[in-house]
């Protein structure tokens, strides 16, 4: 059953209900959304895109790549599989951009929302006050195109949709050390990642298991830690994704874990190195093999961080650095003995002590280099750290780690593994072991779009604090040849409720499963057309038959 929408323009400044509605639509779902029930045609011959911004790169870069993608997409979504030719009523000749200032800093607090008229006849509009907000813009516009019988059409003109995020921090951790991705593939994530409206991608380019992003400061971390010579990243593939990032308004943020999680620094540098690779009982030593964590009482590995922070402080062009501190284990540092001499001639010292000395020392080197700290939760959470007020905690270990870090003052973003986690569901990858993975089971897109970080925080200045959230992908178990199915369409329910919620502002609940899953399928299907290899939700018949396919109770 198809649904069509039941009048000839809704009323104004409502969500549009999809129950009513034609399933087609944009994804994320808009903040603002009217839209009628006339089709118009895309004057194919004569349609362009233009601006009045000349200055901004990203502007010139968006544009070209829309005005092809709009004259060379062919998507017919799955639910018109028998709808014949439309009707069309009029022409759209041209669509306008136009930009309050041709700014291309792009930060945390960048403005990214978006107006968007399209009429039954004429000239589309979108008025946008960053080239950032523009690219949003152009992104919805580009999914209201559809193809009929070889036209290119717009069905329900006119639309008036006026838009902006919900939360500033939309973002996917993408995990490179555990297991390598080549460049194809991370610029191919930046493309679906722009087609869902997120804008960072956490890039966890270092971890225990291999360093493959060069270093001009200490070149043998890549020369020894890279798992071979045609899996690393150079400084030119790195300002590449950068700039790629860029212009679709998405920014690059690195991660640099320490003090832990650096076994592969000991290749190069094992004189700075505690518990380096325990076996076999490596579960005394880390949450996973190799163990090895720097010595935080050794200068000489404190050296080494700053030259870490220095270098790629300056490489990756973002404000946003996150120096890791996640899963640290206190038994790797209990039985080292340049730890254990300096806790013994340093009355009042501790191993905890340490910890949190050494996270003052790095988030002064980031803030020396004019950059905002990003640490996973244990930082301040487990350790008797206080730091600024101006970092940023990521939250991963129970539902309530939201909560508990506003609570302290301080700006969040939620990364819940029991809902964000996407590599979980595949069982173990330790070779001798046929039980689960310990984030297991597989997290569904109902749980990722039905979970709200802002849940039981009541204070509107507390809930000002949670800037957004980041879906992970950690890569024990994915790798270039996965990457797409694992993060999508479930990274894109994660995208609509960072965009506009997950809550339906009719009736104050969670929206229904059953109206977003026909929208989802739909975007999934574009995604597609668009060389994303999205995982299928449904069989194609479910997607034809939506309502057919729902649980009877």
Known sequence: ??????????????????????????????????????????????????????????????????????????????????????????????????????????DITTDESYTLDIPIEGKAIINAATPFGAVRGLETFSQLVIANTGRKIVKNAPVKIKDAPKFAHRGILLDTSR????????????????????????????????????????????????????????????????????????????????????????????????????????????????????????????????????????????????????????DCWKEDPVIELYVRDHPGESIESLVAGWYTQMTGKLEEMGKIAFMWEEAVLNYNFTAKNTTVLQAWVNDDSVSKIVDKGYRVIASPWNKYYLDCGHGSWLSNFEGSSWCDPYKNWQQIYNYNPLANITDPQKQSLVVGGEVALWSAQSDETTVDRYLWPRASAFAESMWSGNMDPATNATRDGSKIAPRLTDHRFRMVARGIMAAPLQPLWCVRHPEACLHPS
């Open 1 to 106: 059953m198809r649904l069509l929408c039941s009048a000839a323009v809704l009323p104004a400044a409502i969500l549009v209900s999809f129950s009513t509605c034609g399933v087609h639509a944009i994804w994320p779902l808009p903040s603002l959304y009217d839209e009628g029930r006339i089709a118009v045609e895309i004057k194919r011959s004569d349609f362009m895109i233009k601006s009045n911004v000349t200055s901004s790169s990203v502007i010139n870069a968006s544009i070209e790549r829309y005005q092809y993608l709009i004259e060379h997409e062919y998507f017919e979504s799955p639910y018109d599989f028998n709808e014949g030719a439309i009707k069309t009523s009029g022409f759209l000749f041209a669509l306008e951009v136009n930009v309050q200032s041709a700014q291309d800093v792009y």
């Open 179 to 330: 297991n390598f991705y080549n460049i194809d593939s991370i610029l191919r994530t930046l493309d679906a990642m722009a087609y869902n409206k997120l804008n960072v991608l956490h890039w966890h380019i270092t971890d225990a298991f291999s360093w493959p992003i060069e270093s001009k400061v200490h070149p043998e971390l890549t020369e020894k830690g890279a798992y071979s010579t045609d899996m690393r990243y150079s400084y030119e593939d790195v300002k590449k994704v950068i700039n790629y990032a860029k212009n679709r308004a998405i920014r690059i943020m690195p991660e640099f874990d320490t003090p832990g999680h650096t076994f592969v620094v000991g290749e190069a540098h094992p004189e700075i190195m505690s518990c380096l690779n325990k076996q076999p009982n490596w579960d005394r030593f880390t949450a996973e093999p190799p163990s090895g964590q720097l010595n935080i009482a050794d200068p000489r590995a404190v050296s080494f961080a700053f030259d870490i922070i220095t270098e790629y402080s300056r490489l990756f062009v973002d404000l946003g650095f996150h120096l890791g501190g996640g899963s640290l284990n206190i």
